[in-house]
């Protein structure tokens, strides 16, 4: 009798599991629209800084692809997405959405038809925007070309293929409502909050994940790594040894060369991008809210250069003579013209983090619609390792010599198998 006693609670716990991990991972379709959407032009108009304000074309328009058509592959440590068309064609986009579809996207990572979103889509950040804000991006989106294009194959390792598994994650990360205004500071840093914790999404990239992609929640904002590129910390930027003030940030966040920091590179160029088509009342917004963030982390050792010398014969040296003086050489007529600053002063240098400089003389960064000589040639096929680790060594004792980065040689090698196609 005890043992069939046992037998039916054991039952009874398995069926309640069963049926708990069911509700947890289905979700019901929405219906689709018989009828094309028509947008509202001046909810549109508003919906396009809204978008801009979300970098959304940033992921959803591969290179060389169409506006919003998706295709744009996303590394991460589970496997590789694609980003999905966004465009109201019918049959691969979302025309088939309503609003209410689209906002429960937004808000709870859950696709029209009822599928999960994966959380590379920043919904955790979406749910904390305003319904005007969400009901006036799909206005826009509604509004663009719509395009026909499928999105390849996700290539995502198991258990992770399984998409049902990401409601357990939600049950984990998925909190949070807009934010309420604090009167005790300023309606900019409210709208600057808004717009980085909300559509901007930045902790999503500049604060370190734990093992299943969750953002830590006490080390939010203390630098992250994206696409083989370290995101630096956002927080305790007016206080650090090379301080950030309003004026560089703005320029920087638009796409500009900020005096004593440099420019956007990597995944922040497109971003960068973006903002510079937002209001600049937007920028400076963020601006003042990030320059407001405490740093949550010890500080680094503050740099220290190396005092001048009579003429440094080194293989680094050298280097940079041949290859870089040019541009960058106290000099150099860029330098004069364009106020750029010594590269001794940019964040890529100061950082305790080698990546960065790493990936930009490997990669370059790409001409663009925003300031003209925001430009760098790419150097990974003229330059071997060893150039390049010396080329660092020496530019790091130019602008840190009392913090010298170690293993570097590894760093690099690393870095340039990283770009390697697969």
């Not at 049926?19 to 629209?33: D, E, N, Q, T, Y």
């Not at 979406?126 to 996700?154: C, E, G, W």
């Not at 953002?215 to 995101?231: F, P, Q």
Request: charged share 15%; with cysteine.
């Amino acid at each position: 009798m005890e043992r069939k006693t046992l037998y039916g609670a054991g039952l009874l716990v398995v069926v309640a599991g069963l049926v708990f991990c069911g509700v947890m991972m289905w979700r019901p379709a929405i219906a689709p629209l018989t009828q094309p959407a028509v947008s509202d032009k001046l909810s549109a108009s508003r919906g396009a800084r809204v978008v801009e304000q979300g970098d959304c074309a940033v992921c959803h328009t591969r290179p060389g692809g169409a506006y919003m058509a998706g295709g744009l592959p996303l590394v991460t440590p589970f496997g590789t997405l694609y980003t999905t068309n966004i465009t109201p064609d019918r049959d691969t986009g979302i025309g088939l959405w309503s609003e209410s579809a689209f906002t429960r996207a937004m808000r709870k990572g859950i696709a029209r038809d009822g599928h999960f979103l994966y959380p590379a889509f920043p919904y955790v950040h979406y749910r904390k925007m305003t319904d005007q804000d969400i009901a006036d991006a799909y206005a826009f989106l509604m509004s663009v070309d719509p395009v026909h294009a499928v999105a390849p194959d996700n290539h995502m390792m198991f258990p992770m293929n399984f998409r049902p598994l990401v409601s357990f994650w939600n049950l984990l990360f998925l909190h949070g409502d807009p934010p309420r205004d604090d009167p005790a500071q300023s309606p900019a840093w409210n709208r600057g909050r808004y717009l980085v914790d909300g559509a901007g999404h930045c902790s999503s990239c500049h604060s370190p994940l734990n093992l299943i992609g969750g953002e830590k929640g006490s080390e939010l904002l203390n630098g992250g790594l994206v696409d083989g590129w370290h995101a630096p910390p956002l927080n305790g930027m007016a206080t650090a040894a090379n301080p950030w003030n309003q004026t560089q940030l703005v320029a920087y966040l638009r796409g500009e060369v900020a005096s004593e920091h440099g420019g956007a590179a990597g995944p922040m160029l497109p971003v960068s991008l973006s903002l510079a088509q937002v209001p600049v009342d937007d920028v400076k917004a963020i601006a003042d809210y990030l320059l407001s963030v405490q740093r949550t982390a010890e500080a680094p050792q503050p740099c220290q250069t190396l005092k001048p010398e009579a003429p440094q014969a080194s293989a680094g040296a050298a280097i940079f003579a041949g290859a870089c003086a040019s541009c960058h050489g106290a000099g150099a007529p860029m330098r004069a013209v364009d106020g750029r600053p010594g590269l001794a002063m940019t964040s890529a240098l100061q950082a305790d983090d080698p990546r960065n400089l790493i990936k930009t003389v490997f990669e370059g960064i790409p001409l663009s619609t925003g300031t003209t000589s925001h430009y760098m040639p790419a150097f990974a096929d003229s330059l071997d390792d060893a150039h390049l680790v010396a080329l660092a060594q020496y530019l790091r004792g130019q602008s840190c010599a009392n913090r010298p980065w170690a293993d570097l040689g590894k760093t690099v090698t690393t870095i340039r198998s990283e770009g390697q196609p697969k």
